[in-house]
């Protein structure tokens, strides 16, 4: 099927193309979260890949559903790692 062929339901929008990079600027801040201030980038992260979630449509927002889950998970790890090698959360 060429690019001509395609119906408008097969398009991404500009919104699912601004959710797949909020969702992976989300994905990347969450993982800094392990290693860098988690009390500041998690939220942060948490906030973006909502934001995300509620822009994109069909599989941008299951990609931003996952990137909720890892920053959310990669938040919790990185406040146990703060907390044992005691240094700053915030």
Request: hydrophobic fraction near 60%; include cysteine.
């Amino acid at each position: 099927m060429s690019v001509d062929e395609r119906t408008g339901s097969d398009r991404m929008t500009t919104a699912d193309i601004v959710a797949g990079f909020l969702a992976a600027a989300a994905l990347f801040a969450g993982i800094l979260t392990l290693v860098w201030y988690p009390g500041r980038v998690g939220p942060a992260a948490m906030l973006v890949a909502l934001i995300a979630a509620a822009l994109g449509t069909g599989s941008q927002r299951r990609l931003a559903g996952l990137a909720l889950a890892v920053v959310g998970i990669c938040w919790l790890l990185g406040m146990a790692i703060a907390v044992i090698t005691e240094r700053p959360v915030f």
